[in-house]
């Protein structure tokens, strides 16, 4: 049985290996309450497994639609909510050989074997090593490396688990990165700026010309933005409850704005199709809710339109299509991660944004320490984030 | 009343002739005289030499409320001869022979420039009941009554007018009971699997629907390479029919019930799944079906106005697969029913076994049992004398 360490700083990391490490994290225990600064108990990796101190993390909305349900399978408690991150690997389990000790690494809940059917194919990144992966626990063996100082499981989310000064993550899930790059902009990589950018530019295939329809100018619909822009996308029509999005969204290529609260008697779709001579080529859908879906897929043009769904909808809901509009050529497709591998993909952005042909430091709008957590979920909830970085380690 | 001379006497004037006319939801049609106005500016009348029926006429044959109007002169299958033109019409004569197409092609705007998709947005596809550019018609019976037109063909009639961003002239020396196939169903499916889908070599092909439509989706993905065609119907004949198609397997839906057979025969699931009924609850089903990371799901069948497809969120978002639909199979019918025409005749694609019967204009109600009763997958029915 390994023998607990408290881990006050990381002087000697390696003295930890094999070990069962004490430190904080930040728990959610009741839904939609704030997360809770506590203790825990963080098993070594197992076979096949990294065990990674955070550096710093990122409140992604994904994270919040988990944290606010009440209803399986969403609904999990207590939990170590987070996956957006950057952190530097403290040991490996058995087998590891791709990373090491001292590696400047990322956590991503897209898995990346590597071997599977998908990841082998260049038109899949769903990797489908691990069958029952239930977003609560690791994926290998369905059993979890957080407990609470009373003995208790602490579940974790999305094969990552970062608001923790210290998790547990299968060896597919972790992605080297060049310590070039500045951890904060690195921590983004690791989730909302690559699924946006990875939508418009590998599911989409915006190419030069297009007009395209962004509906949610979060992190995600302005790296949509982003990598529509880059694409050469003439029209960019960003659409947002919140009228101060469009200010921001100037930055990211947003030519248009509509305000759904004030297209009077039409609708969005309506306006949008005007405004379009028909509809946009491509919709991108970066909030979660089913209607939104909808309205993204009406305003999609005849004949070619694409919508693609990147948000995770928060109620269950199902998206509903018209069968004819359907027939008259249009396509509807979901991502995850942006349809991106994580392991060869990741760097390549790396490298556009180290090179200056992606602009991403406009994305980070705030930083907090780990114990002011909760600050960061008040300013997402307050529409006046787009990403809050969250220190927990500013060594290096 | 000649209906037709070599010197052409009837150009310019009204011709009498026989239709066979829709009068009531569901009831057999009516041969009868009726007057076929001459071609207006931009539209060529033809002499049908024969045209075959799909199951869309059939729809619209039955269906009591709008888009559904009466009397109609149904038809959108067939193949004929230009008997006059009207003014503008270029590229196509008197004498031409030329394959009418439901879903216009006019070349020239926004979508028929476009290289991604076949949907004209000078003339949008509707069930109208008139003629395209002006909304009126040319058909009227002896009384002087209207009768509307169908999807801009209305081929049951030995006469019909047609825009020319409906027509396409072929090689006169085309069978012409098999070259008619390819003015819908058989384009539709062989379209869909080439052009919508882009089957590749070695692709795993689920087809949801084995009438005449999936069927032609199978000989589409046969001739693109497929190794697997799975069939699934509810008609145990139809896969002796379906083997000399390409299909490969069958699965008998009423008997397992459980689109898991499915997806356990394709280790995962399908590369492409083609729904060809027209049956909202179907393309869940063929959805279900298709593989994660790169499914496909292509629907072709026409369900009812209004209906809605109901996706799950989760699904969509997860799975990555792709839903897509199209008509007329993604193609762009003045520049691709010639490329059809062409392999037909260099006998790579097989039209011969898409007609199980031929008739004469007068049996054409038979044509509609035949087809209704599921005994029949493409019935010619033969204009003229």
């Given at each position: 049985m390994p023998s607990s360490e408290l881990v006050m700083d990381n002087k000697n990391a390696s003295s930890t290996a094999g070990k069962i490490i004490r430190c904080r994290a930040a728990i959610s225990r009741i839904p939609g309450k704030p997360l809770v600064m506590e203790e825990i108990e963080v098993d070594p990796p197992k076979a096949g497994e990294v065990r990674i101190k955070i550096l710093c993390t990122s409140l992604c909305h994904s994270d919040v639609t988990f944290w606010r349900s009440t209803q399986p399978p969403m609904a999990v408690f207590p939990r170590i909510l987070g996956h957006e991150a950057v952190g530097v690997v403290e040991s490996v389990g058995g087998g590891v050989e791709e990373v090491r000790e001292g590696d400047l690494v990322l956590p991503v809940f897209q898995g990346d074997c590597g071997e599977c059917r998908d990841c082998k194919s260049p038109k899949s990144n769903i990797c489908s090593k691990f069958v029952n992966k239930d977003n609560q626990s690791m994926p290998r063996d369905g059993t979890n490396r957080f407990r609470d100082l009373k003995g208790e499981v602490i579940h974790n989310v999305l094969n990552v688990s970062s608001f923790t000064q210290y998790t547990v993550v299968d060896v597919t899930h972790v992605v080297k990165i060049t310590p070039d790059i500045p951890l904060d902009i690195a921590c983004l990589l690791s989730c909302g700026v690559s699924t946006g950018l990875g939508a418009a530019w590998k599911v989409a295939e915006v190419e030069e010309g297009s007009t395209v329809a962004i509906f949610g100018l979060g992190a995600v619909g302005l790296s949509v933005a982003e990598g529509a822009r880059i694409r050469g996308a003439t029209r960019i029509i960003g659409v947002d409850l919140n009228p101060e999005k469009f200010e921001t969204g100037k930055k990211f290529g947003i030519t248009d704005f509509i305000n759904p609260a004030t297209c009077g008697d039409k609708t969005v779709s309506q306006v949008i199709k005007e405004m379009t001579d028909g509809g946009a080529d491509y919709c991108f859908e970066c909030i979660g809710l089913a209607s939104v879906m909808n309205d993204a897929f009406n305003s999609s043009r005849e004949g070619w339109g694409k919508t693609v769904i990147l948000g995770v909808e928060m109620h269950g809901s199902p998206i509903s299509l018209n069968s004819i509009e359907i027939l008259k050529g249009r396509s509807v497709c979901g991502t995850f991660f942006g349809g991106l591998k994580p392991k060869s993909d990741i760097a390549t952005l790396a490298q556009k944004y180290l090179d200056k042909e992606l602009n991403l430091d406009e994305f980070i709008t705030h930083e907090v320490s780990f114990h002011d957590i909760n600050k960061a979920f008040d300013l997402l909830l307050e529409g006046k984030s787009l990403r809050c970085v969250i220190w927990i380690d500013k060594q290096n | 009343m000649d209906i037709e001379k070599p010197s052409n006497k009837t150009a310019g004037k009204p011709i009498q002739c026989r239709a066979a006319i829709a009068?009531?939801?569901?009831e057999p049609l009516v041969i009868d005289e009726v007057i076929v106005d001459p071609p207006n500016s931009h539209e060529v009348r033809v002499r049908i030499i024969c045209t075959s029926l799909c199951h869309s006429d059939v729809t619209f044959w039955k269906m009591k409320d709008f888009p559904a109007v009466f009397p109609r002169i149904l038809g959108h299958e067939a193949i004929g001869v230009v008997e006059s033109v009207g003014e503008n019409v270029d590229g196509v004569v008197e004498g031409d022979v030329v394959i009418p197409h439901f879903l216009a092609d006019c070349t020239e705007c926004v979508g028929c420039r476009s290289k991604k998709g076949n949907l004209c947005s000078a003339f949008p596809f509707k069930i109208s009941p008139w003629m395209p550019r002006d909304q009126t018609s040319r058909f009227k019976d002896l009384r002087g009554e209207t009768i509307h037109h169908f999807v801009s063909v209305s081929s049951f009639s030995e006469y019909t007018v047609l825009d020319i961003a409906h027509v396409v002239k072929v090689d006169p020396t085309v069978p012409p009971n098999r070259a008619c196939l390819l003015s819908c169903g058989v384009s539709t499916g062989v379209g869909a699997a080439w052009r919508t889908a882009n089957v590749e070599v070695g692709s795993t092909v689920v087809i949801f629907g084995l009438g005449s439509i999936g069927l032609a989706v199978a000989e589409g993905a046969r001739l693109c390479g497929a190794t697997r065609i799975i069939g699934v119907d509810v008609i145990s004949e139809k896969f002796e029919i379906g083997k000399r198609f390409g299909v490969t397997e069958f699965v008998n839906s009423k008997n397992c019930g459980d689109k898991s057979i499915i997806i356990d025969m394709t280790d995962g699931g399908a590369d492409y799944c083609f729904e060809c009924v027209g049956l909202a609850s179907l393309v869940q089903e063929a959805y279900a079906c298709c593989r994660k990371g790169w499914g496909k799901t292509i629907v072709l069948g026409v369900d009812q106005p209004g209906s809605q497809l109901s996706l799950s969120s989760f699904e969509v978002l997860h799975s990555g697969k792709i839903l897509m639909g199209s008509l007329f199979g993604g193609l762009k019918a003045k520049s691709d029913i010639p490329i059809l025409l062409k392999r037909y005749m260099d006998k790579e694609l097989e039209l011969d076994k898409f007609v199980t019967h031929e008739m004469k204009f007068e049996e054409i109600n038979s044509a509609f049992d035949l087809l209704i009763k599921g005994k029949c997958l493409r019935c010619v029915i033969w204009m003229g004398e």
């Open positions: - | 009068t009531a939801p569901g």
